[in-house]
């Protein structure tokens, strides 16, 4: 069964049709590049499988399960603690330190106060950026901002990790070991990945490319 999947979805906005009828099925430990150019709908199919956006048509499982049939307090509770989710422009909450931002997923874990520091002072050192952990959002620059957002995904270890263009604001040195840390954890722990990104080099290190057309899974060219 897939961690993740979708089927028939549609969703638009006014007159906009974003999304045409997208079927995608992601395994454990299976990694999946999405590619397209701006504006083809690879941001709100992500926001569809974080339950964030409501499909107009269509259904979206996590573990089996239906998303439409939970409550928004349960699908909340299930975004936090199955997913980490990196937004395309990063979305630190302002009035908290970058690391309790880092921490929030681990605030409903019950994890006690010492072990969640620990961990979350762990991710903050893998990413560069335990000397920002007092800072707040406001304070730092985007590329710390963005080493944040994908240090609080992956903070909990999720099943499922959702990127949307996580390297964006980022140096060539930053931006591999933040695709190094996403791919591996994919390999090594079994998470499943959908990454959205425009670099190639990126979208390469994952088991799958798809590209996104006009809010529809592009076929793959056949070889003359
Ligand atoms: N909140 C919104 N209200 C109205 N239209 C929207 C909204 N969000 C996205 N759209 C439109 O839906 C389409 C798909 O947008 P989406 O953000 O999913 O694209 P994208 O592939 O992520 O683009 P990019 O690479 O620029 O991030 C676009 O035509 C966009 O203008
Ligand atoms: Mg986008």
């Known amino acids: ?112 106060r010492s072990a969640v520091a620990e961990r979350v002072g762990e991710v903050l050192d893998d990413f560069g950026i335990v000397h920002l952990a007092d800072s707040y959002p406001g304070e730092v620059s985007g590329g710390e901002k963005q080493r944040a957002a994908v240090a609080r995904a992956l903070v909990h270890d999720p099943p499922i990790v959702l990127a949307d263009e996580p390297t964006g604001s980022l140096d060539s040195v930053n931006a591999d070991r933040v695709m190094s840390a996403l791919v591996d954890r994919s390999c090594r722990y079994g998470q499943a990945l959908v990454l959205v990104t425009h670099e190639m080099r990126f979208a390469e290190l994952c088991d799958r490319r798809l590209t996104i057309l006009d809010g529809e899974i592009a076929l793959p060219r056949l070889r003359p």
């Open 1 to 112: 069964m897939p961690v993740l999947s979708c089927e028939g979805l549609h969703l638009s906005y006014g007159s906009t049709l974003a999304l045409r009828g997208v079927d995608l099925r992601v395994g454990a430990g299976e990694s999946v590049a999405v590619v397209g150019s701006s504006g083809s709908g690879k941001s709100t199919l992500l926001h569809c499988f974080a339950g964030l956006r409501v499909p107009d048509r269509g259904e979206v499982r996590v573990g089996g399960v239906l998303l439409s049939s939970l409550s928004d307090r349960r699908r909340s509770r299930l975004r936090l603690e199955r997913m980490g989710v990196v937004f395309q422009f990063g979305e630190l909450l302002p009035e908290l330190t970058m690391e309790e931002n880092v921490g929030l997923p681990l605030w409903v874990t019950g994890l006690s």
